[in-house]
């Protein structure tokens, strides 16, 4: 009797042990499958202090720079975003929203290339008071951001 004991315990080890590898390589493989969709959000001067690593897809969020945005070469358009402390180079090549215009918030997706971001996706205000979230933080941490609620505008 005591060698069936011996044997149920063995065998619940081995099942245990079994679970815990196949939760180990399902984690692993979610986390493959998500590297590339997970952008982190940067600010002009997190990218500025923090260079990012060559070749790796973030997010960058501030103000389009006045005066800063160029087009007519072809179908790219260089502009600078700025946290009103640091300043990025941003290229775009594509058609822009309709509400992007210097002085209003905007988020880019994309990477560094010799220090300038290039961005795959550009995404702009939809209103008059919108922001979006990632840019009114880095504004607010820059001590630059106004709450338009909060000043009675």
């Known amino acids: 009797m005591a060698g069936l004991k011996g044997l149920k315990k063995q065998r619940r080890i081995q099942i245990i042990a079994l679970a815990a590898v196949a939760l180990l390589v399902s984690t692993a493989l979610i986390g493959y499958a998500m590297r590339d969709g997970i952008n982190f959000f940067r600010s002009p001067t997190q990218v500025v202090e923090t260079p990012p690593a060559e070749g790796e897809v973030f997010r960058i969020g501030g103000l389009v720079e006045e005066g800063s945005i160029v087009r007519g070469q072809g179908e790219t358009v260089t502009f600078r975003v700025t946290d009103m402390n640091q300043t990025v180079p941003v290229a775009y090549t594509g058609v822009l929203p309709d509400l992007f215009s ?47 609620a909060e000043s009675g505008s």
């Open 102 to 148: 210097e002085g209003q918030g905007m988020v880019g997706t994309g990477q560094m290339v010799d220090g300038t971001f290039q961005a795959t996706e550009i995404l702009a205000k939809h209103d008059e008071t919108y922001m979006p979230k990632e840019v009114v933080d880095a504004l607010k941490e820059q001590g630059v951001y106004v709450d338009p």
